[in-house]
């Protein structure tokens, strides 16, 4: 089963992730898959908007930390940890196309979308999200840090709100995520696609010229910023994966415990 799945109608491409037993999370296959075909949607002059959503009943769960393979070492230098690294580059990686990307995107949150998903979900340019949709930057409940999250979380946000969010981790509703300007619309589940189609036909009917000079003004203004956060976001992020906390916090999450601090 395709780990993503791409369709087209007319101008309007839909990705949906396509990992429905896992709620949607974000295998490193997975992460490929949504780059590879990041880099087609805006190479592909006949795409003029871009939705992404989930399949089942989740919309994306963040990284996929059963796929992680954790050594008995922490060492940077570790092939484990190396694979850690690539799995939060591509994370990285992924942000950065979705928020530059030269077309418009909406995000279809069908249902929850935590960490890594939370971060997908908000990036997009509108995000529409049913009622029952629950996000939240939830790494550092595992021992984690939500390192590149953070960067587009306070840009979004501020940083009072940011701080708030990033260091208790709690989840908040698509109404609360409204409030603090992450969500765009909240559409019950029925009304959900066909408000998106709306939507994307709005802005199929705008010049796309226009649209392709607004978001790069937009990104221009940024760039700056999100080279040097990025930057240190995942710097940071290298330093926690070599922390006792990050190897409890996983391995307590994976055996269904609570994690035990300073052990």
């Not at 954790?70 to 484990?80: H, I, Q, R, V, Y």
């Not at 300007?181 to 199929?204: C, N, W």
Request: charged share 25%; aromatic share 6%; glycine share 6%.
């Amino acid at each position: 089963m395709d780990s993503l799945l791409v369709n087209d109608a007319g101008p309007i491409r839909t990705l949906t992730l396509n990992r429905p037993d896992a709620r949607n999370a974000l295998s490193p296959e997975l992460q490929r898959e949504l780059i590879r075909a990041l880099e087609q949607a805006a190479s592909t002059k006949s795409v003029r908007v871009l939705v992404i959503t989930g399949a089942g009943k989740a919309f994306c769960a963040g990284l996929d930390l059963g796929a992680l393979k954790l050594g008995e070492t922490l060492e940077a230098s570790s092939p484990e940890a190396k694979e850690l690294a690539d799995n939060t580059s591509r994370f990285a990686q992924i942000l950065r196309m979705l928020y530059e990307l030269p077309i418009p995107t909406i995000a279809a949150v069908n249902g929850h979308a935590i960490a890594g998903g939370t971060g997908i979900a908000t990036v997009c340019d509108f995000t529409l999200a049913v009622p029952e949709a629950k996000f939240g930057y939830t790494e550092v409940k595992i021992g984690f840090i939500p390192a590149v999250v953070s960067v587009y979380l306070a840009l979004q946000t501020g940083e009072k709100r940011a701080r708030e969010l990033l260091l208790t981790g709690r989840l908040f509703s698509a109404a609360h995520g409204y409030q603090l300007g992450l969500i765009s619309e909240i559409v019950e589940p029925d009304a959900l696609m066909a408000r998106v189609q709306e939507l994307a036909e709005t802005l199929v009917a705008n010049s796309p010229t226009a649209l392709r000079d607004t978001k790069a003004l937009l990104a221009e203004q940024n760039r700056d910023f999100l080279d040097n956060s990025v930057t240190l976001a995942l710097d940071a992020s290298v330093r926690t994966r070599q922390t006792p906390d990050f190897l409890e916090g996983i391995t307590a999450f994976l055996e269904k415990r609570k994690p035990e601090w300073g052990r």
